[in-house]
């Protein structure tokens, strides 16, 4: 940050220099692990270019239809786009899908059937897909009103995958084998992909034909590969977090063998549909703009993750991951402590923001979601999580978890609101 930069935070911000200074210094120890972002960042936007040249994507792309959405191709070359820019057989990518937990539930119930068995491989569950499992609550059309029982494997100290337990779990029931990526609400570190590749490998050393899942949420291109290119069948995301790139409105994405997205695709649509059908609502020139900057955006987000690492690490809080530990998702885990802190780190983020930057964010119940959350966005793309925002369940030991930053600069003005919102009150050790 140059003196201009400086002075402006300073004069128009009102952030003190003591803060303005700490985050320098973060950025200067950084240098090393942003070299590393950058790298990962540059190799996938030429992978993307690539693919979207060999697709020969013209305007045509960007017309739609209405009624049934027969022969949108548009629709189709996306779909096929994001198949062959995950390295995966087929997708499908619908502007209708709600969000992620909509596009991993349609994975499971499209796949699992009564007496089928489905096995999470990293301990719990992310919150809203306990609700779909049936886990938590009675929601209708869970998994288990189907008749489809469950199992967890839990992760090893350290946040490893129990390679052997999870092979022992394996039995003549079990048909799909999940894990998740990203941390989700826990404070481990997000899984590597040649942890994901070393799973697919035991799960099949196994049973041959189970399927091996991957809930990519918050993954996507954070790595050179993606979990469908080293060995899992199929993984699904959200079109609000990273492959959204910020331009989506909407929507989700399911990528994998072709013979699996087709059973998802009538979950989505309808037996004897699947996905031949289903209107793009015009929206497929910003899902293809956002793929193609997505990239960049996801890269952005990582150091701004980073950089709330080294700073709140420089001030003594625990976080994960570490400054320099390897990511694998844009988040970005700190425990703060005590709800007043949470809600304090939340407020700034909050007030960093383009849009809402004037409101402020309280705790509430969230559909799916069994404790209270609070949440700071104020986002173009309403709930948007690749844009610059911070949630926290309002529980025991009180992490707040902070990701996105459609740009650099405005994840590092996250950070540091949250940084002067915590000190104006006191909350801050060090400061
Ligand atoms: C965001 C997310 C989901 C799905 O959440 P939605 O809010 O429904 O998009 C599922 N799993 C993980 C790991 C996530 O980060």
């Not at 096929?80 to 539930?105: C, K, M, S, Y």
């Not at 100290?157 to 609400?185: F, M």
């Amino acid at each position: 940050m140059n003196k201009e930069t400086y002075n402006y935070l300073h004069e128009h911000f009102g952030i003190d220099a003591a803060i303005l200074t700490r985050v320098e210094e973060a950025e200067a120890r950084l240098a090393s692990v942003f070299s590393r972002l950058d790298d990962i960042r540059s190799f996938n936007q030429y992978k993307v270019l690539d693919q979207f040249q060999r697709a020969r994507i013209n305007d045509q792309h960007f017309a739609w239809n209405t009624g049934y959405g027969y022969d949108d191709v548009g629709r189709t070359a996306l779909e096929q786009l994001f198949a062959d820019v995950f390295g995966a057989e087929a997708g499908l990518v619908r502007p209708t899908i709600v969000n992620g937990t909509h596009a991993l539930a349609s994975v499971y119930l499209g796949l699992l059937r009564q007496g089928d068995e489905l096995i999470y491989c990293n301990g719990d569950p992310y919150d809203t897909m306990q609700t779909v499992i049936g886990l938590k609550g009675n929601a209708y059309g869970n998994l288990r009103e189907f008749g489809v029982s469950y199992k967890q494997v839990d992760l090893l100290d350290g946040g490893k995958i129990d390679i052997e337990g999870v092979k022992r779990a394996i039995g003549p029931k079990t048909k799909v084998c999940a894990l998740q990526r990203s941390r989700g609400y826990a404070f481990r570190n997000a899984m590597t992909i040649p942890q994901i590749e070393e799973w697919a490998a035991a799960c099949k050393s196994v049973k041959p034909d189970v399927i091996c899942m991957v809930d990519n949420c918050y993954g996507e291109f954070t790595d050179e590969k993606e979990p469908v290119g080293v060995g899992a069948d199929i993984m699904a995301g959200s079109l609000i977090k990273n492959p959204g790139g910020g331009l989506a409105l909407s929507g989700g994405y399911i990528v994998g063998r072709r013979d699996l997205v087709d059973k998802v695709a009538t979950r989505v649509t309808s037996p004897g549909i699947g996905g031949e059908c289903g209107l793009t609502f015009g929206q497929t020139r910003s899902m293809f703009q956002g793929l193609f900057i997505a990239p960049r955006v996801t890269m952005d987000a990582v150091k701004g993750a980073a950089l709330c690492a080294q700073v709140f690490a420089d001030l003594g809080y625990e976080v994960c991951p570490g400054p320099a530990d390897p990511r694998n998702d844009i988040v970005e885990a700190v425990r703060l402590g005590s709800p007043e802190a949470v809600c304090a780190f939340c407020e700034g983020v909050q007030a960093a923001a383009p849009i809402d930057s004037y409101v402020t964010p309280v705790p509430w119940d969230m559909p799916g979601y069994t404790d209270q959350i609070i949440m700071a966005a104020g986002a173009f793309v309403g709930g948007s999580s690749i844009e610059l925002s911070a949630d926290a369940p309002m529980r025991e030991p009180h992490d707040v978890f902070f990701q996105g930053g459609i740009t650099y600069d405005h994840a590092r003005f996250g950070v540091i609101k949250a940084l002067q919102t915590l000190k104006d009150r006191g909350l801050v050790k060090g400061l």
